[in-house]
């Protein structure tokens, strides 16, 4: 059982940054995939960076530019660095790793980008 624990959600002016991490209590290199997920209010989940094994990440078009997905073996935790916020971006932000063939995810943190 892989747990994982979103923290640095909040509340940004439009503009602004952010970065989540996503704690694992398992050592990161061992995941096959890592993703940066959200969900707007009315709207359905959708995913923004993924990362895989070997470092190749991928964006969502909204997002492109902006934010990068990262890792950091020694502290087993996976990075959302977001800049240039926009009012858009609100949402909730959810982490999920493929691990072993089974896919876990975080209970989400709220990120809100208003003036």
């Known amino acids: 059982q892989v747990q994982l624990v979103e923290s640095g959600g909040g509340l940004v002016q439009p503009g602004g940054s952010l970065r989540l991490s996503c704690a694992a209590s398992?050592?990161?290199?061992?995941?096959?995939?890592m993703v940066w997920h959200r969900q707007a209010p009315g709207k359905q989940r959708e995913w923004v960076a993924i990362?895989?094994?070997?470092?190749?990440?991928s964006y969502a078009d909204s997002v492109k530019g902006r934010f990068t997905i990262s890792g950091d073996n020694a502290k087993n935790t996976f990075y959302l660095q977001m800049n240039r916020l926009n009012p858009e971006d609100t949402a909730v932000y959810y982490c999920?790793?493929?691990?072993?063939?089974?896919?876990?995810w975080g209970q989400g943190t709220q990120v809100t980008v208003s003036s």
């Open positions: 999920s790793a493929a691990h072993l063939g089974i896919n876990y």
């Open positions: 990362r895989s094994h070997d470092g190749t990440t």
């Open positions: 398992t050592n990161i290199d061992s995941f096959n995939v």
